[in-house]
């Protein structure tokens, strides 16, 4: 078993997530002033926060011999390595070359890009929290997963070798 972490906020993300946490900073500075209307702006954008680090974004990938295992905070998933038919690394350059357009449904910006990409090949699976070295999972017939662990090279060595070891048995 390997675990690899949610790789690190590229700087692009990072400078976004810093602007984003000033709205409900600014909304309940806004609240404390006296316009008591901006709580509520400011407790709805703190509420999807919360749930975007709770259950979008995810903490950590673990490679196993027979699956790959994506935790959240709030909930776990796996993914059969009989299911896993390549994963490899790949920039931004060679993703748009592959899928064209893509447009993200679900969070975007805080802290990265979760939930689907929606694009001309088809509806990718996405958390990411960088915007580049990225590793793309081909499943089959299943939809790809796009991510971003810790230590892309690593990563796909890893699951190289675990699905060698799953095709012998």
């Known amino acids: 078993m390997k675990i690899f972490r949610l790789a690190p906020m590229s700087s692009m993300i990072r400078g ?18 006296g316009r008591s209307f901006f709580v ?19 903490t950590r990938f673990v490679v196993r011999p027979d699956a790959l295992e994506i935790e959240w905070p709030l909930k776990r998933r796996a993914i059969p390595r009989a299911q896993i038919s390549e994963a490899r690394i790949i920039d931004a350059k060679q ?4 899928i064209g357009w893509g447009m993200r449904v679900g969070a975007g910006g805080m802290w990265g890009g979760f939930g689907w990409l929606w694009t001309g090949r088809g509806i990718v699976q996405m958390y990411v929290s960088r915007t580049d070295r990225f ?30 070891g799953s095709a012998r048995h």
């Open 16 to 33: 976004l997530t810093l602007f984003l946490f000033l709205l409900p900073i600014a909304f309940f500075a806004l609240a404390a002033s």
């Open 40 to 58: 509520y702006p400011a407790a709805f954008v703190s509420i999807i926060y919360a749930w975007i680090w709770l259950r979008f974004r995810p």
């Open 95 to 98: 993703l748009r070359g592959e």
């Open 135 to 164: 590793v793309w999972i081909e499943r089959g017939g299943e939809r790809p997963w796009l991510i971003t662990p810790e230590r892309p090279e690593e990563f796909v060595r890893a699951l190289s070798a675990s699905s060698a």
